[in-house]
């Protein structure tokens, strides 16, 4: 089934686009499928699929719908190049994408069109007989979610019966920020009992946000689940359970400390807790322990705690040992088993130059392997035990790839829901059934995507000018020689504990695709090459962080891969800060800018209200600066000290809804620009967050950008003029 479709979609795709250059669509609509999970039993599985809510419900659409359906094999014919097409067998993307061609004649994407995530439930154990041969497309399947304003951005299952869900999700770089993605809601795997368990408005109060955080499923209870809240301090959690259908909270913990992490044991009794000084300048942590649920607490570890120390990843299956991350006496963080009896740590895996922060594991503790990045930020295993490596080992085997993922299992390790992707992949997802042996496929995230069509991500390094290894990817034209050719620059957001990975990156692959090389530099600060690494990045705003990017533009320069005349640089969050600091501090590097969501003032930001208190305040004077007493330092990094030096066309984008990047930060940078005369491109969305979540909005996004490079960066050989 995957490859006849696979046929299909790459005959269709290649006659769409006669060209190699494909529409914003093609790489920012909605994927078809996201974080296909397993019920409990296995008897049912849950994903996030893109319904048209408005096609469903709206007669104008409906009728609009009807009046292309007539012609259709008229549309189908054209484009293939037939006389005739047989319209049933037409893959659905591809009548989508003629909808999107003759049904419209505006850009962007037609209200009728738009489509939001819910969440759909599959019945496996459908006795349907093409269902039960592997056709899951012919199992019973319901949508139980029915969201037309925004998308569901995550959900799990909390028993065999209810799944918990939760909505917005204003989310870039794992920052959240937007009002509605605090709010948790429930609902059954029929469509049924639909809860708010949590509402947003209840989860902000006096510039708090109270963070609901799932600790145990608590299987033998299936009401309830284990969560810790920060209700009653702001960085400190109790331990609730939580009803899943009511939402009623029960509080079973209360800190014997400052705890800012608790740790559970494999049947849900918390056994750890994490205990943080908010008044120590070091940061020092205690890590405090018990036997069970009626002993004592006892310390069983304390250090300094800023980018040092050792977390809690899951018990062994005897509940006796932990699996922890430690960097103590390293610079690296590795895997090792603690032992609280003796206070004995064992080193299980350390990997040369990158942390070793996961470890998968099954529901009751059974370790599978360790998952690592490699220097070039690859996925790699190690593995713990034979009958995983077996079991992993032949997937990959079976599919001729080199790393297969494990997306869900169920509680019985009898169906698993395997995950393939790389760099060019956006990721497929196979149904692997243990007693009938049977592997079949259950969807593609973006299935109109051929992998041949995209770039490859290539880890890249270079020396920055004070010596220090810099890491980083490129990405070139497909096909091209990759010399001479214009580029992007794309500073990470974060910055601190955050890198560019190696994956597929749909951004990366439309500017690719429109001729632009992109870089992607995992400047000193950047996370997963150790503390150091990362330390030596702190107060280094608009200093030797910037000195990194610099640093890499002058090497893909020299390399002869870019053309000094045409590099532009665009980042998002602190990347925009980057991008900012870029075509002020280093004018001659850059021909345009393109800050999305990003900071042009750091003294408002550390000033931005309810953000940059308490604890979050002395952070802020640890790793970006102190504005009272590191004036000079400030004058000579934030941005809006030195506006008269650009010289670059700039895009500004922001969302009127951002809470980590406040929309002031836009506002008065526009305010600047004009009273300086400066000219600049905008787009602002009142829905957005930080980062644009909604299919159109993104769409829209895109469409901006690649007309700002194309006027700004493109060489006239690339041009479509």
């Known amino acids: 089934m995957r490859y006849a479709l696979i046929l299909l979609i790459s005959f269709t795709s290649a006659t769409l686009n006669a060209v190699e250059k494909f529409p914003v669509e093609h790489f920012f609509k909605d994927p078809s499928m996201l974080y296909p999970q397993l019920s409990p039993d296995g008897k049912y599985l849950a994903a996030l699929l893109p319904y048209n809510i408005n096609e469903e419900t709206e007669n104008v659409c409906q009728r609009r719908t009807q009046t292309f359906l007539k012609d259709l094999e008229k549309y189908a014919a054209k484009e293939l ?10 893959s659905p993307e591809f009548i989508k994408d003629l909808k999107r061609k003759y049904a419209q004649a505006e850009e962007g994407v037609h209200w009728c069109d738009l489509s939001r995530r819910n969440i759909a439930v599959i019945w496996l154990a459908d006795p349907n007989a093409n269902c039960q041969q592997g056709n899951y497309a012919h199992c019973q399947r319901v949508r139980v979610t029915q969201l037309r304003s925004q998308n569901v951005s995550d959900f799990y299952w909390v028993n065999n019966e209810r799944i918990v869900f939760e909505t917005g999700g204003d989310q870039l770089n794992d920052m959240t920020g937007f009002i509605d993605s605090i709010g948790i809601y429930a609902v059954n795997k029929d469509g049924t009992k639909a809860k708010q368990l949590v509402e947003p408005a209840d989860a902000l109060t006096y510039h708090k946000v109270i963070s609901t955080i799932t600790l145990h499923r608590l299987p033998e209870d299936p009401e309830h689940i284990l969560v810790m809240r920060n209700d009653r301090k702001r960085y400190y959690l109790d331990v609730y359970r939580m009803n899943v259908y009511t939402g009623k909270f029960f509080r079973v913990l209360s800190q014997p400390g400052p705890v800012t992490d608790w740790g559970v044991d494999n049947n849900g009794v918390v056994r750890m807790a994490t205990m943080q000084d908010e008044n120590s300048l070091s940061y020092e942590t205690q890590i405090m322990y018990r036997d069970n649920e009626d002993a004592e607490w006892r310390e069983v570890d304390r250090f300094e705690g ?15 040992k932990i699996y922890v991350t430690s960097n103590l006496g390293r610079d690296t963080f590795a895997l090792s088993l603690f032992d609280p009896a003796t206070g004995e740590m064992e080193d299980l895996f350390e990997n040369e130059g990158t942390d070793v922060t996961r470890i998968g594991m099954t529901e009751d503790g059974e ?39 494990i997306a869900s299992m169920s509680d019985d390790q009898q169906k698993m829901i395997l995950s393939i992707g790389d760099d060019r992949n956006p990721g497929d997802y196979y149904l692997y059934d243990r007693k009938k042996n049977q592997i079949a496929y259950l969807g593609s ?6 992998p041949k069509t995209m770039a490859e991500m290539k880890p890249i390094e270079f020396e920055a000018r004070d010596g220090e290894t ?3 990817f490129l990405s070139v034209p497909v096909g091209s020689d990759g010399k001479n050719l214009p580029l992007i620059v794309n500073p990470h957001g974060g910055p601190f504990g955050i890198q560019d990975v190696w994956r597929y990156n749909p951004e990366t692959q439309f500017f690719v695709n429109r001729g632009y090389a992109v870089m992607q530099v995992n400047f000193r600060g950047s996370g997963g090459y150790g503390k150091r690494h990362e330390r030596i990045g702190y107060k280094r705003w608009g200093l030797e962080m910037q000195d990194d990017i610099s640093d890499g533009v002058n090497w893909a320069v020299e390399q002869g891969i870019a053309d000094r005349d045409h590099v532009c640089i665009y980042g998002a969050s602190y990347g925009g800060y980057a991008t900012m600091a870029g075509i002020t501090l280093t004018p001659e590097l850059y021909r345009c800018a393109v ?12 000033e931005q209200n309810g953000r940059w208190v308490d604890r979050a305040k002395r952070w802020f004077h640890n790793h970006v600066l102190d504005p009272k007493e590191d004036v000079d330092q400030l004058k000579k990094t934030s941005p809006n000290f030195h506006l008269d030096k650009i010289q670059a066309p700039l895009l500004i984008v922001h969302g009127r809804r951002d809470y980590n990047v406040r929309i002031e930060q836009a506002e008065t940078l526009m305010d600047a620009l004009d009273k300086k005369n400066i000219p600049y491109e905008v787009l602002i969305k009142k829905e957005e967050g930080h980062g644009f979540r909604l299919e159109e909005n993104r769409v829209e996004l895109y469409t901006v950008m690649e007309k700002f490079f194309e006027k700004n960066l493109s060489k006239p050989s690339l041009r479509s003029d």
């Open 445 to 450: 995230t973006r299935p109109w995507i051929d």
């Open 470 to 472: 810099i890491h980083g």
């Open 595 to 606: 800050n999305y969501v990003g900071i042009w003032d750091i003294k408002m930001l550390y």
């Open 81 to 90: 190049g037939l006389k005739k097409v047989d319209v049933s067998k037409l």
């Open 306 to 320: 800023l980018q040092n120390g050792w977390g809690d990843i899951g018990f062994t299956e005897d509940n006796k």
């Open 367 to 405: 370790a599978i392997t360790i998952l690592y990045n490699d220097i070039d930020t690859k996925p790699k295993r190690h593995f713990l035990n034979d009958k995983w490596k077996n079991i992993l080992e032949n997937f990959t085997t079976a599919f001729g790839v080199d790393y297969v993922g």
